[in-house]
């Protein structure tokens, strides 16, 4: 059996036992579409290992679709109800019964503080010692001071604002990525943001995050294959009403120098 399709029957059997040992989800595991990927892959598996292999990437498949019923038994047993039915329940109240569920779960934290006797003592000294507003400000002078103009590049030394601006350099590393790509739909994420250091690995990675952030471009993770795929839009797009969520990918220093000696 080719080395590819024994990682990929590998990799289902640990996806289905991470959802029964560890808790995952097992509504993110994309059932029919493994499915179909054992129905392929099931006339080209000759040895006895190779079967065994199979049949236990199936159990392990309909043991995730018996966490899944258990899933919802639980949820339903409990009255679950989805976030956007209580969002659009929340949407339809008047303004006047929103007020009265506030009213009723309001319940503010009350802070009582006291003045001791050596605070009201120092209190009355301080008032005592203070001397009159006419006599204030007779030996405060006031110096005129012209405005002035300073340099963008000792702004930048100061660290009040940067050599480039955020916009500029978010376009140019647009127009980058869309070149990269080509005619092609995507370019494989850690490829573009491979540096010749790992200093500028890390920074091409946070620009790429603000890529994905500001609608420049998406993010397209294949769990099953260990892939991130960077998709580039033909024009920024702002997000709204677009349910977001964060993707955390770590960069160390070891990850960075196994790639580059991968591609060198």
């Given at each position: 059996?080719?080395?590819e399709?024994?990682e990929?029957?590998?990799r289902?059997?640990?996806?289905?036992d991470?959802?029964r040992?560890?808790?995952?989800d097992?509504?993110?595991?994309?059932?029919?579409?493994?499915f179909?990927?054992?129905?392929?892959?099931?006339?080209?598996?000759?040895?006895?290992?190779?079967l065994?292999l199979?049949?236990?990437?199936?159990?392990?498949?309909?043991?995730?679709?018996?966490?899944?019923?258990?899933?919802?038994k639980?949820k339903?047993?409990?009255?679950y109800?989805?976030?956007?039915?209580i969002?659009?329940?929340?949407?339809?109240?008047?303004a006047?019964?929103?007020?009265?569920?506030?009213v009723r779960?309001?319940?503010?934290?009350i802070?009582?503080?006291?003045l001791?006797?050596?605070?009201?003592?120092?209190?009355?000294?301080?008032w005592?010692?203070?001397?009159?507003?006419?006599?204030?400000?007779?030996?405060?002078?006031?110096t005129?001071?012209?405005?002035?103009e300073?340099a963008?590049?000792?702004l930048?030394?100061m660290?009040?604002?940067?050599?480039?601006?955020?916009?500029?350099?978010?376009?140019?590393?647009?127009?980058?990525?869309?070149?990269?790509?080509?005619?092609?739909e995507?370019?494989?994420?850690w490829k573009f943001?491979?540096?010749?250091?790992?200093?500028?690995?890390?920074?091409?990675?946070?620009?790429?995050?603000?890529?994905?952030?500001?609608?420049?471009?998406?993010?397209?993770?294949?769990?099953?294959?260990?892939?991130?795929?960077?998709?580039?839009?033909p024009?920024?797009?702002?997000?709204?009403?677009v349910?977001?969520?964060?993707?955390?990918?770590?960069?160390?220093?070891?990850?960075?120098?196994?790639?580059?000696r991968?591609?060198?």
């Amino acid at each position: 059996m080719p080395r590819e399709h024994q990682e990929l029957l590998q990799r289902i059997v640990e996806l289905c036992d991470a959802v029964r040992k560890s808790g995952l989800d097992p509504f993110d595991v994309e059932v029919r579409e493994f499915f179909d990927r054992l129905r392929e892959l099931l006339p080209k598996l000759k040895t006895n290992e190779e079967l065994y292999l199979d049949v236990q990437a199936v159990l392990g498949l309909a043991d995730v679709i018996f966490q899944q019923g258990e899933w919802i038994k639980h949820k339903s047993s409990l009255l679950y109800l989805d976030p956007l039915l209580i969002t659009l329940k929340l949407y339809a109240l008047p303004a006047r019964d929103l007020a009265e569920v506030l009213v009723r779960s309001w319940h503010p934290i009350i802070d009582l503080e006291s003045l001791s006797l050596p605070a009201i003592r120092e209190g009355l000294d301080y008032w005592r010692n203070l001397p009159a507003l006419d006599e204030r400000f007779k030996e405060l002078g006031v110096t005129e001071v012209m405005t002035g103009e300073i340099a963008r590049r000792e702004l930048a030394k100061m660290g009040i604002l940067s050599d480039e601006d955020l916009t500029a350099l978010l376009d140019r590393t647009w127009r980058e990525l869309k070149e990269a790509v080509g005619e092609k739909e995507f370019i494989s994420y850690w490829k573009f943001i491979q540096g010749k250091s790992f200093e500028e690995t890390v920074f091409r990675a946070w620009l790429v995050s603000f890529l994905v952030s500001y609608g420049y471009a998406t993010l397209d993770i294949n769990p099953l294959e260990e892939e991130i795929n960077l998709k580039p839009l033909p024009k920024p797009q702002v997000l709204e009403n677009v349910a977001t969520f964060s993707v955390p990918i770590a960069i160390s220093r070891e990850e960075w120098l196994k790639r580059r000696r991968k591609h060198a």
